[in-house]
């Protein structure tokens, strides 16, 4: 009787452990994990106080080569600003912890976009790593796309082509691009969630 009664609680937690998982998991057409967090110019980024709003999720890392391709090319700031430019809300996010790779303070970050010619609305400071657990981010650079309902229509990588080699830039299917253009246009995003490549994310543990 008693094993029978481990068992089944042990059937229970297993259970338990495989829904926390899912429900940790950002899911495409489900709405978005809501955050709050500490941005780069010290002000306090609400994702729900950006409802109405298309907003991007950038996961950043400046000294991880699959970062440098696509910002020395110009392709992640020419994104920026075509985005902005039609109302977005680009955020980076920096998940990098203390003492890791990528890890800045908001006074480089903001330094670092300027040389970089980068334009995002704002750079999100997630040293805790809380926001990137929430969307389970792993990689930079990744994306996360979420239309203004609140809603996430998009999560992945930048492009089609996994290497550090800005040549193939050219040759790959931008599927940040084709989200956002599909958004534009009113219709469903074609390819909502895509397997994203680059740097692992620097989590303190």
């Given amino acids: 009787m008693l094993l029978h009664r481990l068992y089944k609680f042990a059937l229970v937690s297993v259970a338990l452990a495989i829904a926390s998982t899912a429900v940790a998991e950002p899911v495409v057409d489900k709405p978005a994990p809501v955050f709050s967090g500490a941005a780069a110019d010290g002000s306090t980024i609400n994702l729900a106080d950006l409802r109405g709003k298309t907003v991007v999720l950038e996961w950043t890392n400046h000294e991880?080569?699959?970062?440098?391709?696509?910002y020395?090319?110009?392709?992640?700031?020419?994104?920026?600003?075509?985005?902005?430019?039609?109302?977005?809300?680009?955020?980076?996010?920096?998940?990098?912890?203390?003492d890791k790779q990528g890890n800045v303070?908001?006074?480089?970050?903001?330094?670092?976009?300027?040389?970089?010619?980068?334009?995002?609305?704002?750079?999100?400071?997630?040293?805790?790593?809380?926001?990137?657990?929430?969307?389970?981010?792993?990689?930079?650079?990744?994306?996360?796309?979420?239309?203004?309902?609140?809603?996430?229509?998009?999560?992945?990588?930048?492009?089609?082509?996994?290497?550090?080699?800005?040549?193939?830039?050219?040759?790959?299917?931008?599927?940040v691009?084709?989200?956002?253009?599909?958004?534009?246009?009113?219709?469903k995003v074609a390819k909502g969630s895509t397997k994203p490549y680059g740097c692992s994310v620097k989590y303190a543990s």
Avoid: M
């Fill in 177 to 187: 691009k084709a989200a956002l253009a599909d958004l534009e246009a009113g219709r």
């Fill in 72 to 98: 020395e090319s110009g392709n992640i700031p020419d994104l920026q600003k075509d985005a902005v430019a039609k109302g977005i809300v680009w955020l980076q996010v920096i998940t990098s912890a203390p």
């Fill in 105 to 175: 303070t908001g006074e480089i970050a903001q330094k670092l976009n300027v040389h970089r010619g980068a334009t995002p609305t704002n750079t999100v400071l997630d040293q805790n790593g809380v926001i990137g657990k929430l969307y389970a981010a792993t990689n930079t650079p990744q994306f996360f796309i979420i239309n203004p309902e609140g809603v996430l229509v998009y999560k992945g990588g930048i492009d089609s082509i996994p290497s550090a080699d800005k040549s193939d830039i050219p040759k790959a299917e931008n599927y």
């Fill in 64 to 70: 991880c080569p699959f970062v440098v391709k696509h």
